[in-house]
C-alpha cells in the first residue's frame, strides 16, 4: 500500500503550455549539440577561447545532445533535466570565468527547462507543492 499523494493530472492548459517551455530551449540546445558535433568553426574558436581544447567538443556536444534526447521523452524527463542541469552549469561557469556578462543565459534556460517539466508532468507537483 502506497503512502504517496496521488499525482494530480495538469489541465490542459498548464500541460501544453510546460510543452512549449520544454520544446523552445531544447530547439536551442539541439542546435547548439549539432553545432558542436559538426565542429563548425565558429564553435571550435569559441570554445577555444574559453580554454576548451577542441578534441572536446565531440563528447561536449553528445553530453548535450543525450540530455536533449532523454528530457523530450516522457519517462526519461527527469534525468533528461538533471544532465542539461549539469551541462548549463558548467555553461554558466565558463561564461563567468570568461567575463562575458552572459552567464545569465544558460541559468534562464535551465530555469525554463525545469519549469516546462514542472507544468507537463503531475509527478513533480507532489515532490515540489506550491504552498498556499
Request: proline letters at 8%; hydrophobic letters at 50%.
Amino acid at each position: 500500500m502506497s503512502t504517496e499523494p496521488p499525482a494530480a493530472a495538469p489541465n490542459k492548459v498548464s500541460f501544453w503550455i510546460g510543452w512549449v517551455l520544454s520544446i523552445l530551449p531544447c530547439l536551442l540546445l539541439l542546435m547548439s549539440a549539432t553545432m558542436k558535433l559538426s565542429q563548425s568553426e565558429a564553435v571550435v574558436k569559441g570554445l577555444g577561447e574559453g580554454g576548451y581544447d577542441p578534441n572536446t567538443i565531440v563528447p561536449i556536444g553528445l553530453a548535450e545532445l543525450t540530455g536533449t534526447i532523454l528530457y523530450l521523452v516522457p519517462q526519461t524527463a527527469v534525468l533528461g533535466a538533471i544532465i542539461l542541469v549539469g551541462y548549463l552549469g558548467g555553461a554558466t561557469a565558463t561564461h563567468v570565468a570568461a567575463g562575458d556578462g552572459m552567464f545569465w543565459s544558460p541559468v534562464l534556460i535551465a530555469v525554463i527547462l525545469w519549469l516546462g517539466l514542472y507544468l507537463r508532468e503531475p509527478r513533480l507537483r507532489v515532490l515540489v507543492p506550491w504552498r498556499k
